[in-house]
Every structure is written in structure tokens, then in C-alpha cells.
């Protein structure tokens, strides 16, 4: 079965948070954003990433106030804004062809996750959606990759990830997933490592590329 990931995989997403943070901590008066908040909110969910932000900066906020806002910033983009990584609807397409189960497994907010698939009409292209606040575990917790299995009823060699991000490709695999990385700007500096947790052929993987048929 195919697990793709949605932003920074299907979705060509990931730059508007960058944007958002900017924006967002712009509000009170940060000017700039440090290197490693960025690398910490990037790798962990929504949750751990509020309280982080509340902590780091000390903001007046409770996480879940920066959460609202995230979420009210990032609305319009997911809804209709932001485009799919070049040929990600025709690998979806032609997985469903090939008889190749597919679902969506993503740390992003339900609410803007569903936003995205309705606006490129995503959902009958795939059969089940799992998101990481809905599971209760983020998704650099390998044992978040065995639930989802355990869900699907599926042994872990049989679950294939397509993912952007070095850490959550590292979870999949100590899962005993099967991982292909699919290239993203945000984590042009971590190529090598993506390469190492991959494996051979299997970063950069192209959606325009061939299926690779292990099920």
C-alpha cells in the first residue's frame, strides 16, 4: 500500500510556512526567524510545535491560540492557492489504475488537510486519510507507522511511504516501512542524509516517474 505524505509531497506547501512564521512572529515585533525554530516546527506536529513557539519566544499565548491563528493565516492558501507538486495527480491516477491502495498520512491540520484535498479533488484518488493529530502521535514516532499498519491490516514491508522529510522517512524505515523521498527545497541542505535513510534509488524520487511496484 502507498502512504503519501501531503506537504511538501503531494502538495507543494511547505514555503507558506515559512511565510507564515514570518508573518506570525512579525506580530510581536521578531524580526527574523532562528534557523533552528524553523528545523524544530518543520519535523514536529502542530501540538508540540505551539508550545514551542509560546516557550521559545515567549509569547502571550497559549498554544492553542497559535494554532487558531496559524490555521486562520494558512486557511485561503490550502483552499485554493497552493498547487500540487509536479505530477502528483497522475502517480495517484495511475496507482489507482494499477490496483495500488493509497492513503494520505500527514502531520498537517485536519482542517487545512481537507481543504487541499477538496480543492484538487483529491479524495477518490485515495482510500483512506490519516492524520497525525487524529492518530494522537506525531509523525517522527516510529510507532505511529506500526498503528497505521496495524489499521490497514497490512505487515510493515508491505506499507511504501512517499515523503519530503528526512526525520519522518528515518520513522517509517525503523517502522520497517519502505521509504522514497521526494525532493523539497526546505530540505535541500539534508539531501545526503535523505539519500542514507532512503536507500539506493530511492532519493530524489519524481511522481512523474514510473510506479514502483512492490506490492
Known amino acids: 500500500m502507498y502512504f503519501f505524505d501531503l506537504d511538501g509531497t503531494l502538495l507543494d506547501s511547505n514555503g507558506v510556512w515559512l511565510d507564515i512564521d514570518v508573518e506570525f512572529l512579525g506580530r510581536f515585533g521578531i524580526?527574523?526567524?532562528?534557523?533552528?525554530?524553523?528545523?524544530?516546527?518543520?519535523?514536529?506536529?502542530?501540538?508540540?510545535s505551539a508550545r514551542y513557539t509560546?516557550?521559545?519566544?515567549?509569547?502571550p499565548l497559549t498554544p492553542e491560540e497559535i494554532i487558531s491563528a496559524w490555521r486562520e493565516m494558512a486557511r485561503s492558501a490550502y483552499a485554493?492557492?497552493?498547487?500540487?507538486?509536479p505530477g502528483a495527480r497522475g502517480f495517484l491516477e495511475r496507482a489507482r489504475a494499477s490496483g495500488i491502495p493509497?492513503?494520505?498520512?500527514?502531520?498537517?491540520?485536519?482542517?487545512?488537510?481537507?481543504?487541499?484535498?477538496?480543492?484538487h479533488r483529491l479524495l477518490p484518488?485515495?482510500?483512506?486519510?490519516?492524520?497525525?493529530?487524529?492518530?494522537?502521535?506525531?509523525?517522527?514516532?516510529?510507532?505511529?507507522?506500526?498503528?497505521?499498519?496495524r489499521l490497514c491490516r497490512?505487515?510493515?514491508?508491505?506499507?511504501?511511504?512517499?515523503?519530503?522529510?528526512?526525520?519522518?522517512?528515518?520513522?517509517?524505515r525503523e517502522a520497517g516501512w519502505q521509504v522514497y523521498?521526494?525532493?523539497?527545497p526546505v530540505f535541500d541542505d539534508r539531501a545526503e542524509e535523505m539519500r542514507e535513510v532512503c536507500g539506493p534509488g530511492r532519493f530524489p524520487f519524481d511522481l512523474r516517474s514510473p510506479l514502483p511496484l512492490h506490492l
Do not use: M, N, W
Request: overall charge negative; hydrophobic content about 40%; aromatic content about 10%.
Open 54 to 59: 509560546r516557550d521559545y519566544f515567549r509569547l
Open 125 to 149: 484518488l485515495l482510500d483512506r486519510v490519516f492524520t497525525a493529530a487524529e492518530l494522537g502521535l506525531e509523525k517522527r514516532d516510529p510507532e505511529l507507522y506500526r498503528l497505521v499498519a
Open 154 to 172: 497490512l505487515e510493515a514491508g508491505d506499507c511504501v511511504l512517499f515523503d519530503d522529510s528526512p526525520v519522518y522517512c528515518r520513522a517509517a
Open 80 to 85: 485554493g492557492q497552493l498547487e500540487l507538486k
Open 181 to 184: 523521498g521526494v525532493s523539497d
Open 102 to 119: 493509497r492513503a494520505l498520512l500527514t502531520s498537517c491540520i485536519p482542517s487545512l488537510c481537507s481543504a487541499a484535498l477538496e480543492h
Open 31 to 48: 524580526g527574523s526567524v532562528p534557523e533552528d525554530y524553523t528545523d524544530y516546527v518543520t519535523h514536529h506536529g502542530f501540538d508540540d
